[in-house]
């Protein structure tokens, strides 16, 4: 049986300890050496990367997030047992786990430590699908001969760097498709290492719940709730063609993933399907020179990630959350594709208009979809409005002082409301 010291990374025939080092940190498993579509996911990364750069938060329970009235970003797993979860309201929080750390999130340092790890990535293949700072799919398909080594021994070469040059740990699922990948991921953080073979899909999944499919939410599963599905074997029982006509195309994918089938590549090049920005406030407010600041720097954050990915967005859409926690969401799609802050705002603030009286808020969102090429944004010209041409004109020259003296340089009078 192909087994591999998750320590020390030495390959060897099974045993329940490692041949060279000792560690009983062994993975086996019959093919292990044969698949080669990995998921890899960091553990608690963003609190992990708090406690290695502050080392005296290492044993105290740590949240990522900020304000009375926030949600949790991320928890370190110590929280976690006592039942903390990512976007969970800080004083539920609290009320779990009354000796937490709160730490302001720090997205740069978040970003640079993604970076690193992103390099270490490519050292094995090119082929890496992102989707977030702290996890990606990676396809490792005819790199043994490159590497002399099969994909496994390389991934535990990945983590093992990682927790060696970085202080970071992550968890690897390794399989036959995504689908899989990212399923084993989760089976064992952290500092996981697990396997999902094809010859074992179907038994491995004919019990579990439904909720492992990845992209299915909350409404989802109600939906699925109630037409009677609740685990894999309950997908089964359908024919291909009731789930389409029940579920639509994702009816189509869920017969495949029941039978343990996804076709989809791991593709570096996924394209962005929106740009959003949003905050939760300290206190509830239903004042509209407030909410217009606060509207005006997320037309702001989501315009300059945008213009920094060189896209545009042909639909606008505003998100609400009232004090009782219900949403409001309202959209509009726009004659042509755009890439600006002023048209963005102009935009969401219309639709603000629409249902400011069924305020206070607790939450404020604006973003940007249906995004296509930058080339493709059209003018601000407008004959209803004649001064929208202007305003682009000087939002660019805006972002030419901005990018020179810094983003605070230069800022419009609305920001600091």
Known sequence: MPAL?????????????????????VISHPEL???SIAHMDCDAFYASVEKRDNPELEDKPVIIGGGRRGVVSTACYIARIRGVR?????????????????????????????????????????AIQPLSLDEAFLDLSGTERLHGAPPAVMLGRLVRRMKTELGLTGSIGLSHNKFLAKVASDLEKPRGFSVIGKAETADFLRDKPVRLIWGVGHAGQEALEKAGIRTFSDLLRWDQADLTARFGSM???????????????????????????????NEDTANPDVLDGHLWRMAE????????????GRVVTLKLKRANHSQLSRQTGLREPTQTADTVYRTARALFDQVSGEGPFRLLGCGLSHLVPAHQAGSAGDLLDPGAEQ?????????????RFGADAILKGRALR
């Open 301 to 312: 954050k989501v315009a300059d990630r945008a213009k920094a990915k060189d896209l545009a």
């Open 391 to 403: 305003r682009e004109r000087a939002e660019r020259a805006t972002d030419k002082i901005r990018e």
């Open 251 to 281: 009816g189509t994918r869920l017969w495949h993933l029941a039978r343990g089938e996804d076709r989809r590549p791991v593709s570096a090049h996924e394209p962005i399907k929106s740009i959003s920005n949003e905050t939760t406030f």
């Open 33 to 35: 050496f044969s698949l």
């Open 86 to 126: 990512s976007a969970m309201p800080t004083y539920q929080a609290l009320k779990l786990c009354p000796d937490a750390v709160f730490v302001k999130p720090r997205m740069e340092a978040y970003a640079k430590a993604s970076r690193q790890i992103r390099a270490m990535m490519e050292d094995l293949t090119p």
């Open 5 to 25: 010291c998750r320590d020390c990374t030495t390959a060897f025939d099974a045993g329940s300890r490692c041949p060279n080092c000792g560690s009983p940190r």
